[in-house]
């Protein structure tokens, strides 16, 4: 099956951006749908971003304007760009495909918004 391995998390000032890559282990071209998820503490996983295989984007209203989702297939990799960040944007974060939401996660990578 299919692996995928996030990175790029860490602590940044509100305001400030950060970028996170989620590697797939094998070729995501004819994967339809590819997101990122978020879980804080003490609360339910959620999506916050979501592409297609035909580069079709859709986001949470909670991050709509702030972060953008973007693919690279040659790469089998998956973008999250995030600016303007909030400490509410404070969780860790995965990524999966859809299919895979219904398999398992992996270890995600945390995401602290913080002064």
């Known amino acids: 099956q299919l692996q995928l391995v996030e990175s790029g998390g860490g602590l940044v000032q509100p305001g400030g951006s950060l970028g996170l890559s989620c590697a797939a282990s094998?070729?995501?071209?004819?994967?339809?749908?590819m997101g990122w998820y978020r879980q804080a503490p003490g609360k339910k996983r959620e999506l916050v971003a979501h592409?297609?295989?035909?580069?079709?984007?859709t986001y949470a209203d909670s991050v709509k304007g702030r972060f953008t989702i973007s693919r690279d297939n040659a790469k089998n990799t998956v973008y999250l760009q995030m600016n303007s960040l909030k400490p509410e944007d404070t969780a860790v974060y995965y990524c999966?495909?859809?299919?895979?939401?219904?398999?398992?996660w992996g270890q995600g990578t945390q995401v602290t918004v913080s002064s």
């Open positions: 999966n495909t859809d299919l895979g939401t219904m398999i398992g």
């Open positions: 592409i297609t295989s035909s580069s079709i984007t």
């Open positions: 094998g070729n995501i071209d004819s994967i339809y749908g």
